[in-house]
């Protein structure tokens, strides 16, 4: 992810040098393997392999019934469509610090209305940039992000506002956490008294200018995990998501200071992969706890897109960027081998034909990975990177559009998450009107990841049309309701197969009546949706 920091400015260096697929990377600015099983997990409705699976109601779900029809690749029912939204700096939201209440709701009503217009489904709101909160913690202290000083209250707080309105629009919400950054700049006497870099100094190492916390002490890990369960456990967030800072990035080559740790804890390994198992146990034990709290929650990582690289290792990509897994000792493949995550979304930052980093070489070497494991996989892109005076691809209107081309063509990518919301408000070169038009032209539906739970709410009832609207009972547990029409042809079960008919996804309203505002003659088929969007059998009505 990147945080705000000025862009390399030579491509050629890029191709060159070790980090040449971090030049606009995360940090630039503007046989097969079984999911480890999680406690208290049961499995989600999938129609590959349950198609006998019945709704509340006893009547087979619509997401069954469906799984043999023919679907059109053009109108795919379940895709995430997600974008990041950036506290770090300001990046995204608020847009500057010490903004009231109102104007701090008020842009963030707008993002989301701009996520809802370009058939987005779900945002990934930054929560604790660096060991701060933008919410009441009793655990580490306001961010400055919000009033321009650490440590002072805003006077509300915003993550129930965040969240609410994120469901009042259909939008799922994921809290992303930053894991081991102490602070993003400065040093210890920049700090609140309850920062706990100050109240626990020895979890700290001072690396090129800035504080980190030490990966490799369990206090550390035991505290970020209990962060995140905090949160998990406090609000009504329907994900846990961690960025890809873990070890520091390669910066001007000091070493990260980790001896005494490693002389503790190291057990005779070698120092590389005692860091990467010090990774890989906090990703396994945030797992657990995030299940543990709440089995329906979603646990991810977005890492650095090039795992490793081939002149590194066989298996790595075919590119000649930094390797995550030898820099920052982040092993993405091993968290889903481990079933340790329940998706990824590498961040392919990078456009296609760029040598160091390939898209069209990075999509598949993914695909593969996650292929024939409960791992979702989504793509990473670079929104920020769009009309980049460096880059002739991007440049070009087209090249956000052409990397969902290719994606469609691999049936193990779920969807995209884009970075970030600010270009989601500006549509650097019409973009995302490209991307809307070409690929978003219905809503969608989640992707159903495998082992979080859930089922079918019962089917809704009493379904009437009058006045322009169509209207029904609500279905006990629905979160929301999908509405198809389909105005010719058949309206059987293979009607809802795909997103062909699908015209709105409607957020659940209290406790009454539930309505839509139709378009036109038609059958119209409704379905409801759980949390999970686990889906219902379909009621029908037709309107001459």
Same mark, same amino acid.
Not at 97 to 116: C, K, M, N, S
Not at 439 to 450: D, F, M, S
Not at 506 to 511: D, L, R, Y
């Given at each position: 992810?990147?945080?705000?920091?000025?862009?390399?400015?030579?491509?050629?260096?890029?191709?060159? *040098?070790?980090?040449?697929?971090?030049?606009?990377?995360?940090?630039?600015?503007?046989?097969?393997?079984?999911?480890?099983?999680?406690?208290?997990?049961?499995?989600?409705?999938?129609?590959?392999?349950? @198609?006998? $699976?019945?709704?509340?109601?006893?009547?087979?779900?619509?997401?069954?019934?469906?799984?043999?029809?023919?679907?059109?690749?053009?109108?795919?029912?379940?895709?995430?469509?997600?974008?990041?939204?950036?506290?770090?700096?300001?990046?995204?939201?608020?847009?500057?610090?010490?903004? *009231?209440?109102?104007?701090?709701?008020?842009?963030?009503?707008?993002?989301?209305?701009?996520?809802?217009?370009?058939?987005?489904?779900?945002?990934?709101?930054?929560?604790?940039?660096?060991?701060?909160?933008?919410?009441?913690?009793?655990?580490?202290?306001?961010?400055?992000?919000?009033?321009?000083?650490?440590?002072?209250?805003?006077?509300?707080?915003?993550?129930?506002?965040?969240?609410?309105?994120?469901? +009042?629009?259909?939008?799922?919400?994921?809290?992303?956490?930053?894991?081991? !950054?102490?602070?993003?700049?400065?040093?210890?006497?920049?700090?609140?008294?309850?920062?706990?870099?100050?109240?626990?100094?020895? %979890?700290?190492?001072?690396?090129?200018?800035?504080?980190?916390?030490?990966?490799?002490?369990?206090?550390?890990?035991?505290?970020?995990?209990?962060?995140?369960?905090?949160?998990?456990?406090?609000?009504?967030?329907?994900?846990?998501?961690?960025?890809?800072?873990?070890?520091?990035?390669?910066?001007?080559?000091?070493?990260?200071?980790? =001896?005494?740790?490693?002389?503790?804890? /190291?057990?005779?390994?070698?120092?590389?992969?005692? !860091?990467?198992?010090?990774?890989? *146990?906090?990703?396994?034990?945030?797992?657990?706890?995030?299940?543990?709290?709440?089995?329906?929650?979603?646990?991810?990582?977005?890492?650095?897109?090039?795992? +490793?690289?081939?002149?590194?290792?066989?298996?790595?990509?075919?590119?000649?960027?930094?390797?995550?897994?030898?820099?920052?000792?982040?092993?993405?493949?091993?968290?889903?081998?481990?079933?340790?995550?329940?998706?990824?979304?590498?961040?392919?930052?990078?456009? #296609?034909?760029?040598?160091?980093?390939?898209?069209?070489?990075?999509?598949?070497?993914?695909?593969?990975?996650?292929?024939?494991? =409960?791992?979702?996989?989504?793509?990473?892109?670079?929104?920020?990177?769009?009309?980049?005076?460096?880059?002739?691809? %991007? !440049?070009? @209107?087209?090249?956000?559009?052409?990397?969902? @081309?290719?994606? #469609?063509?691999?049936?193990?990518?779920? /969807?995209?998450?884009?970075?970030?919301?600010?270009?989601?408000?500006?549509?650097?070169?019409?973009?995302?009107?490209?991307?809307?038009?070409?690929?978003?032209?219905?809503?969608?539906?989640?992707?159903?990841?495998?082992?979080?739970?859930?089922?079918?709410?019962?089917?809704?009832?009493?379904?009437?049309?009058?006045?322009?609207?169509?209207?029904?009972?609500?279905?006990?547990?629905? +979160?929301?309701?999908?509405?198809?029409?389909?105005?010719?042809?058949?309206?059987?079960?293979?009607? $809802?197969?795909?997103?062909?008919?699908?015209?709105?996804?409607?957020?659940?309203?209290?406790? /009454? +009546?539930?309505?839509f505002t139709t378009r036109g003659s038609g059958t119209y088929l409704v379905t409801a949706l759980d949390r999970l969007q686990n889906e219902s059998p379909t009621a029908k009505i037709v309107i001459p």
């Amino acid at each position: 992810m990147r945080t705000g920091r000025p862009l390399l400015a030579a491509t050629a260096l890029a191709v060159v *040098t070790t980090g040449a697929a971090y030049t606009f990377g995360p940090d630039a600015p503007p046989a097969k393997p079984a999911k480890h099983a999680k406690v208290s997990k049961t499995k989600a409705a999938d129609p590959a392999t349950q @198609a006998g $699976t019945k709704s509340a109601s006893g009547t087979l779900a619509a997401d069954s019934v469906t799984a043999a029809c023919p679907t059109d690749a053009k109108y795919p029912k379940r895709e995430m469509r997600g974008i990041w939204i950036a506290t770090v700096k300001n990046i995204d939201w608020p847009s500057r610090t010490g903004l *009231t209440p109102a104007r701090q709701r008020a842009e963030y009503v707008r993002i989301l209305d701009e996520a809802v217009k370009h058939r987005f489904n779900a945002v990934f709101f930054q929560v604790r940039p660096a060991s701060d909160a933008l919410y009441k913690s009793s655990l580490e202290p306001w961010s400055e992000y919000l009033t321009g000083t650490a440590g002072k209250d805003p006077g509300w707080d915003p993550l129930p506002f965040l969240i609410a309105e994120a469901h +009042r629009r259909g939008l799922e919400f994921h809290a992303w956490f930053n894991p081991y !950054r102490a602070a993003f700049e400065g040093g210890m006497e920049g700090l609140p008294a309850n920062h706990p870099a100050r109240k626990h100094p020895e %979890w700290i190492v001072k690396h090129e200018g800035k504080i980190y916390y030490n990966p490799g002490l369990p206090a550390v890990r035991d505290h970020v995990t209990a962060v995140v369960k905090d949160v998990a456990q406090r609000y009504d967030v329907d994900g846990i998501h961690f960025d890809d800072y873990f070890y520091p990035y390669p910066g001007a080559g000091a070493p990260f200071n980790d =001896d005494a740790a490693f002389r503790k804890y /190291g057990k005779g390994a070698k120092r590389a992969d005692w !860091r990467r198992d010090n990774v890989n *146990t906090l990703i396994s034990q945030v797992d657990t706890t995030v299940h543990q709290v709440k089995p329906y929650l979603k646990f991810g990582v977005s890492p650095f897109g090039i795992w +490793r690289n081939k002149a590194q290792d066989p298996s790595g990509s075919a590119t000649g960027g930094m390797s995550a897994y030898d820099s920052i000792y982040a092993d993405a493949r091993h968290w889903i081998r481990k079933g340790t995550v329940d998706y990824v979304i590498p961040q392919l930052y990078w456009p #296609r034909g760029f040598k160091a980093a390939d898209y069209d070489v990075l999509v598949p070497w993914w695909a593969a990975q996650v292929k024939g494991t =409960d791992v979702d996989l989504y793509i990473g892109q670079g929104l920020y990177r769009v009309g980049a005076t460096d880059s002739a691809a %991007w !440049r070009k @209107a087209g090249e956000l559009a052409s990397h969902l @081309a290719l994606n #469609r063509k691999y049936k193990e990518v779920n /969807g995209d998450v884009y970075f970030s919301a600010k270009q989601l408000l500006t549509n650097p070169l019409g973009a995302l009107d490209q991307v809307v038009a070409k690929y978003y032209t219905r809503p969608a539906l989640l992707p159903l990841i495998k082992g979080l739970g859930g089922k079918a709410p019962a089917t809704p009832a009493d379904l009437k049309a009058q006045d322009g609207a169509i209207s029904w009972n609500p279905s006990p547990d629905a +979160r929301s309701y999908a509405v198809y029409r389909v105005t010719s042809g058949d309206a059987g079960e293979c009607a $809802t197969a795909d997103a062909r008919n699908l015209v709105a996804v409607v957020p659940a309203s209290g406790q /009454g +009546r539930q309505s839509f505002t139709t378009r036109g003659s038609g059958t119209y088929l409704v379905t409801a949706l759980d949390r999970l969007q686990n889906e219902s059998p379909t009621a029908k009505i037709v309107i001459p």
